[in-house]
């Protein structure tokens, strides 16, 4: 792609401020896109913020601040967002992360849980109406980070927040299930709206989650380290599934890829698993997509 590619295309990456999101809107960035950086640390978002600026030439990179911890900080920023951009063409879901021990946030919900599903959930939610505004022009897409490590674990309903037999591998591996399940459900609710939904698994890629997992998943990143991925290589699929022009990207009807390709899921990753999903999500989230920070 030439590097007005996306001129006047409004991009939305979550997690943009290391990894595999900055890669990515950076990328979106030098392809001429409008880039909203959503980060949560104020201090390293401006940082990406002007790191992006200095290497692209692209001035048109703003910063938005939330917690993906605190479903109400993401319902302000959410809302702060809408007022500033009516069109998004492009959402990335990329924000996440793991945790060594079971933590509880202060709105009572499984930090994982909440951090790596029910914050992207809430998000996508609201801003929906601009996705859906930009594709009564042309094709607007959303894109989730989803992982291998779905095949971890299928979910248990009466337990999503792991209150039982808590690990950092089973509780990641779960959340990057309900990313791609929410992808494929989100895929079928959108039909004949213009809107592509996606997931992709990135691989193994050597980015810092792995210091923040415990000592398990401190040990497999030491174990595994020289044959991961760079982080250029794991944002490849990423980038080909948000800005794409070719056809299978441009068609992949809530389906889960690695290598920009079609890629196999859990049996357990079922289309009924990804309509009780969203029900339970929708009503998790309720109080909080009342939320308006203008108000």
Sequence with gaps: MTQAALSGKNYVVTGANSGIGLFSARRFAELGANVALVCRNEQRGHEALAEIIATTGNENISLYLADFSSLASVSEMADKLLRDISKIDVLCNNAGGA???????????ETTFVSNHLSSFLLTKK????VLNAASGDLARIVFTSSYGHFNSALNFDDLGLAQGYSTLK????????????????????RGKNVVVSSF???????????????????LGLVLYPFMKSIGQGS?????LASSEDQASKEADGHYFYESKRAETAKF???????????????????????????
Aim: glycine share 8%.
């Design 99 to 109: 945790n060594g021990s079971r933590q509880v946030t202060d709105e009572g919900f």
């Design 201 to 219: 698994h990135p691989g193994a890629v050597r980015t810092p989650i792995w210091n923040k997992g415990g000592m398990l998943a401190r040990l």
């Design 127 to 130: 801003l929906l109406p601009a």
């Design 171 to 190: 509780a990641y591996g779960r959340s990057k299930l309900m990313n791609l399940l929410t992808a494929r459900e989100l895929q079928y609710r959108l």
């Design 269 to 295: 990753a079922t289309a009924e698993d990804a309509k009780r999903l969203w029900q339970i999500s929708e009503e998790l989230i309720a109080p909080y997509c009342l939320l308006d920070a203008g108000s």
């Design 236 to 240: 490849d699929t990423f980038v080909w």
